[in-house]
Structure formats: structure tokens, C-alpha cells
């Protein structure tokens, strides 16, 4: 099943937690137990946040216990541990159905929380959004950055198919010197923009040392898709210079019986469409700047690990 989001694991948490209202819980011990009434898979449990910083059911099951250690439902009596306080206990006399942010308001600690560092009525609008969701505020972060980056690959995209066929072919290989290959610019690529060049457009070195090469075909096209008989063309040029690798890029897309055709012959070719491209450009930082750069920093344990 679906991993439940935070608020969900809230009460579940705390009727733990107060089972054991003389001792404190680690919070890791919390995920055998979460996963179990969950029904959570293997599978699940690997599910990584798209920074691949960590779990998602384990960011999830912490920032459950953190809201409500900010409502003062839970303490911390040592690093990673929790443990229920007599709000706490209160709390689960009343028998709640659930436990969410919702509930978590009527606590001035919590609602103080909520609202530190945030200037305006906007902000806390939308934090309280966030909190509706179900999104941690990690998951918040990254669900934003998706969601600009999405915009931002599409803005590039538009912008590199206004640009001319001849910049097109320059841009790819600036882009293959930046994932590694050719070693540098002054001698990466070669035949580019030549005409009658037989349906190749560029050659890169694979290596710094030139131990082989690779073949390229830039097509910047606004809409039509690549078919087979443009790859087809490309797989006759690679094999007229018995060559074994080529890369076709594209600004649009390739057909399905495209895609086939390069999974059934002998040359090893790859296919880079229009959003796969974008998508390189910015991981690679072709055509595109820094507009900000935010740091999200956690306790260095190391730090306060005391030698006994």
C-alpha cells in the first residue's frame, strides 16, 4: 500500500509511545512497529524522497514525532528517543479519532511553532496549506523544487527550439563535454554543421583519451517526432564508418517503432528526446544560471558524540 503521510502515523505514534509511559521509545524502534500495522512492503520501506536524502517512510514517521513533541504531546528526553508527557496522556484519555495538524492547533506551543519565522499572513496561509496536504516540510521543499524545475525544463526547451539548427548542433556537444565526454571543447567535436555528412552531425571522443568515438545526430525540430526512418538513416551512417556507438538528440520526441528499431540492432545507439534533453541541460548547467541556493543542514551527531 501507499505509505501513509505523517499525520497519519500521529495517533498510531502515541498510543505507542503511552504504552510505555515509564520509559522512552526510540524513535527507529517506531518503524518495525508502524510498518507491521501498516502493512508496509520491503519495497515501501526503500521508497527514497526524490533528493534520495532519505526514506520517506522514515522522514515521515520523524516528522510525526516532531510536531508533536512541538505541541508538547511528546519529549525528548535523549537524542533520538521520545517519550509520552502528561499532555500526552491526556490527550489519548480523550480518545481521539485521529491525531493531525488540525489537532495540533489547539496548543499555543504548536501554533507558535507553526508561525516562527514566517513575516506574513500569506506565508502562514501557506504553511497551514502544506500542513493540509499531509507534506513534511521536507517533502514540501522538494514537491516546490520539482515543481520548478518542471516549469524551468519546459521554458529551456521552447528557447533551445527557437535557436538555429547550427547553435543546436554546438549546443549538444557542449553538453556531452559536461557529462564527461571528449575531454574539452578545443577538441571534442568535429564534423559539426558539415554538409553532406551522411546523417551524422558531430564526433566526440568517449574518453579523455580518445579510446573511442561516438557519432552524433542533432535534429531541432518544433513538433513532428523522430520515426524510424530518421534513426533508420542514422544506423546506415554509423555502420558506413564502422562505428558501433551514436547519440540522436532531438528537441521533439521519437515514435514508439523508433525506440524498437534501436533495441533490435547491432550498434549501440541512444535516444535523447526533447525532455530528456532538458532535463541534462540543467543537471549539467548548460544554458542556465543559479537563480538561489537554499541549505537544509541537520544535527552533526558526530559533533556531540562526548568520549566517555
Not at 512497529?33 to 519495497?43: I, N, P
Not at 481521539?96 to 488540525?102: G, H, L, Q, T
Not at 517526432?225 to 554509423?238: E, H, M, T, W, Y
Amino acid at each position: 500500500m501507499a505509505i501513509p503521510d505523517y499525520q497519519t502515523f500521529m495517533l498510531p505514534v502515541l498510543r505507542y509511545v503511552g504504552g510505555q509511559p515509564n520509559e522512552s521509545v526510540v524513535i527507529r524502534d517506531l518503524f518495525g512497529v508502524l510498518a507491521k500495522e501498516f502493512s508496509l512492503s520491503e519495497d515501501d520501506l526503500r521508497e527514497m524522497l526524490p533528493s534520495g536524502a532519505s526514506t520517506t517512510f522514515g522522514n515521515r514517521v520523524s516528522w510525526a514525532c516532531t510536531y508533536m513533541k512541538k505541541a508538547g504531546l511528546l519529549s525528548a528526553p535523549k537524542r533520538g528517543c521520545v517519550s509520552i508527557t502528561p499532555r500526552g496522556l491526556e490527550a489519548l484519555a480523550k480518545k481521539p479519532v485521529s491525531i493531525n495538524a488540525a489537532f495540533l492547533k489547539q496548543y499555543p506551543e504548536f501554533r507558535a511553532f507553526q508561525t516562527k519565522g514566517k513575516n506574513t499572513e500569506q506565508e502562514n496561509d501557506m504553511g497551514s496549506q502544506e500542513l493540509s496536504l499531509g507534506k513534511t516540510p521536507h517533502e514540501a521543499i522538494e514537491s516546490g523544487y520539482q515543481k520548478l524545475r518542471a516549469q524551468l525544463a519546459d521554458d529551456l526547451l521552447e528557447t533551445v527550439k527557437s535557436c538555429s539548427p547550427a547553435f543546436f548542433e554546438r549546443l549538444v556537444v557542449d553538453l556531452l563535454v559536461k557529462m564527461g565526454y571528449g575531454g574539452s571543447l578545443a577538441d571534442a567535436g568535429r564534423a559539426v554543421g558539415k554538409s553532406g555528412d551522411g546523417g551524422i552531425d558531430g564526433i566526440i571522443k568517449e574518453d579523455k583519451l580518445g579510446l573511442d568515438v561516438i557519432y552524433i545526430q542533432a535534429k531541432r525540430w518544433d513538433t513532428n517526432s523522430i520515426g524510424r526512418p530518421q534513426v533508420q538513416q542514422f544506423a546506415g551512417a554509423l555502420q558506413g564508418q564502422r562505428a558501433g556507438k551514436g547519440i540522436f538528440m532531438t528537441t521533439s520526441s521519437f515514435t514508439d517503432d523508433a525506440r524498437e528499431f534501436v533495441q533490435g540492432i547491432g550498434s549501440k545507439i541512444v535516444l535523447v528526446d526533447g525532455d530528456e534533453l532538458a532535463k541534462l541541460m540543467i543537471d549539467h548547467g548548460i544554458g542556465v544560471a543559479t537563480s538561489a541556493t537554499y541549505e537544509v543542514k541537520r544535527i552533526d551527531s558526530d559533533y556531540f558524540a562526548e568520549s566517555e
